[in-house]
T-cell receptor
Framework: AQKVTQAQTEISVVEKEDVTLDCVYE???????LFWYKQPPSGELVFLIR??????QNEISGRYSWNFQKSTSSFNFTITASQVVDSAVYFC?????????????FGGGTRLMVKP | DAMVIQNPRYQVTQFGKPVTLSCSQT?????MYWYQQKSSQAPKLLFH???????NEADTPDNFQSRRPNTSFCFLDIRSPGLGDAAMYLC?????????????FGDGTRLSIL
């Protein structure tokens, strides 16, 4: 069965610091997809990125970057020069390929607090 | 903008009094989901619709029901809310035209039970 672990339940940083959120996953499938979602205090989950298991290239989007390493089953998320608006709960999720309904297995989430 | 809309944003009901939460979407997605999220926890899937096919998670209480009268709308009915049902309820949609598309979430309805 699939599983996603986010070992860091809470992280606190000061604005402009870099911060990395860890995500480790387990799956028996060779084809799968990994996601990150952001949940600000207002409550909605905002989709950030989708990565498939055959694409290990790192991705950068502005201050956000993602490091996917199949060898360690990790999909870590780094925020560079953090800002107060980055304060949120971040969820990593896994979807096994072709599952009926695009089902997600969520990690427990990491609460990031960025202090001014 | 195309989106997933949940109403109301906040809902207060009395213990045991039926309540309905609504979700609509303009994305024309064929899959719709309902999640329950309690404080400091990940969202927990209650059920989902693939088109009109209803799929219930094994551990979803019978107290929770859902209706999807058409592609755009989906409702969550809680027949006899208990104090333990106080939570954020999230609706999401995705397209199954291609594999493993991301789910798109509404803003959620925060349910309180008096």
């Amino acid at each position: 069965a699939q599983k996603v672990t986010q070992a860091q339940t809470e992280i606190s940083v000061v604005e402009k610091e870099d911060v990395t959120l860890d995500c480790v996953y387990e799956t028996r499938d060779t084809t799968y997809y990994l996601f990150w979602y952001k949940q600000p205090p207002s409550g909605e989950l905002v989709f950030l990125i989708r990565r498939n298991s055959f694409d290990e290239q790192n991705e950068i989007s502005g201050r956000y970057s993602w490091n996917f390493q199949k060898s360690t089953s990790s999909f870590n998320f780094t925020i560079t020069a953090s800002q107060v608006v980055d304060s949120a709960v971040y969820f990593c999720a896994l979807s096994e390929a072709g599952n009926a309904g695009n089902m997600l297995t969520f990690g427990g989430g990491t609460r990031l607090m960025v202090k001014p | 903008d195309a989106m997933v809309i949940q109403n109301p944003r906040y809902q207060v009901t009395q213990f045991g009094k039926p309540v309905t939460l609504s979700c609509s979407q303009t994305l024309n997605h064929n899959v719709m989901y309902w999640y329950q999220q309690k404080s400091s926890q990940a969202p927990k899937l209650l059920f989902h619709y693939y088109d009109k096919d209803f799929n219930n998670e094994a551990d979803t209480p019978d107290n929770f029901q859902s209706r999807r009268p058409n592609t755009s709308f989906c409702f969550l009915d809680i027949r006899s809310p208990g104090l333990g049902d106080a939570a954020m309820y999230l609706c999401a949609t995705s397209s199954y035209q291609a594999f493993n598309q991301p789910q798109h979430f509404g803003d959620g309805t925060r349910l309180s039970i008096l």
